[in-house]
């Protein structure tokens, strides 16, 4: 069975060759590319991957485009930044092909000396505390790596299209009764600093962000 991986991808022409040279076998790459000026489009193409553009800027209008755009059963999300190794997505991916899991979440292990800067773990955390209370779902990680059923999750009707988009699925998929589970997966030093982790900025912007998508469903305790 093909799983379809979505990689939004907005200016990783250095990290692509890796990433795309590391996919395992029956895990076809789908690359997003979200208004990149470096040449990523045309780099994932001659590396065989399919590519699709959505120009509106934005994480989440990148992942739901890939949603869209897929055909497979089973798919995949994953960072661009090699940042994470494809070679571990069946981790992810197998206990939704088996029906043990709905939904599985890439529980990040940090592997190298800045992987992960602290302000970016400390705000992961406080969103993923707000979660646990929320859903009851024990979520630690808000992950990049994650998979699901497509159909499923084109099914779910998620709205946001910035950085809020991840928190939104786990949010709408525990409404909605799925299994969630989490396993544990390698964080590496991404290439390239991330337009979110790599500044206290940004990553205030995601927090931002998914803050203002927990208030629209309701906010729980301890996260106003």
């Given at each position: 069975?093909?799983?379809e991986v979505?990689?939004?991808?907005?200016?990783?022409?250095s990290?692509?060759?890796?990433?795309?040279?590391r996919?395992?076998?029956g895990?076809?790459?789908?690359v997003?590319d979200?208004?990149?000026?470096?040449?990523?489009?045309?780099?994932?193409?001659?590396?065989?991957?399919?590519?699709v553009?959505?120009p509106?800027?934005?994480?989440?209008?990148?992942?739901?485009?890939?949603?869209?755009?897929?055909?497979?059963?089973?798919?995949?999300?994953?960072?661009?930044?090699?940042?994470?190794?494809?070679?571990?997505l069946?981790?992810?991916a197998?206990?939704?092909?088996?029906?043990?899991?709905?939904?599985?979440?890439?529980?990040r292990r940090?592997?190298a000396l800045?992987?992960w800067?602290?302000?970016?773990?400390?705000?992961?955390?406080?969103i993923?505390?707000?979660?646990?209370?929320?859903?009851g779902?024990?979520?630690?990680?808000l992950g990049?790596?994650?998979a699901?059923?497509?159909?499923?999750?084109a099914?779910l009707?998620?709205?946001?299209?910035?950085?809020?988009?991840?928190?939104?699925?786990?949010?709408?998929?525990?409404?909605?009764?799925?299994?969630?589970?989490?396993?544990?997966?390698?964080?590496?030093?991404?290439d390239?600093?991330?337009?979110?982790?790599?500044?206290?900025?940004?990553?205030?912007?995601?927090?931002?962000?998914?803050?203002?998508?927990?208030?629209?469903?309701?906010?729980?305790?301890?996260?106003?």
């Open positions: 069975m093909t799983v979505i990689l939004p991808c907005l200016n990783e022409a990290a692509l060759p890796w990433v795309l040279a996919m395992p076998d895990y076809r790459p789908l997003v979200n208004g990149s000026t470096d040449g990523s489009a045309a780099i994932a193409a001659s590396l065989g991957a399919r590519v553009r959505e509106r800027p934005g994480f989440g209008a990148a992942c739901h485009t890939g949603l869209l755009a897929a055909t497979a059963d089973v798919v995949c999300f994953m960072d661009a930044d090699a940042s994470l190794d494809p070679r571990q069946p981790r992810v197998d206990p939704v092909l088996g029906g043990r899991s709905d939904l599985v979440l890439g529980r940090p592997r800045g992987a800067p602290p302000h970016a773990r400390l705000g992961n955390a406080v993923a505390r707000g979660l646990r209370r929320r859903t779902v024990a979520v630690h990680d990049p790596m994650r699901c059923r497509r159909a499923a999750l099914d009707g998620l709205a946001d299209r910035r950085f809020g988009y991840p928190l939104e699925m786990v949010l709408r998929a525990a409404a909605g009764g799925w299994r969630i589970t989490e396993v544990d997966v390698d964080y590496l030093r991404r390239g600093r991330s337009k979110v982790t790599g500044t206290l900025r940004g990553t205030l912007r995601a927090v931002a962000d998914m803050r203002r998508v927990m208030a629209a469903q309701g906010t729980p305790p301890g996260l106003a």
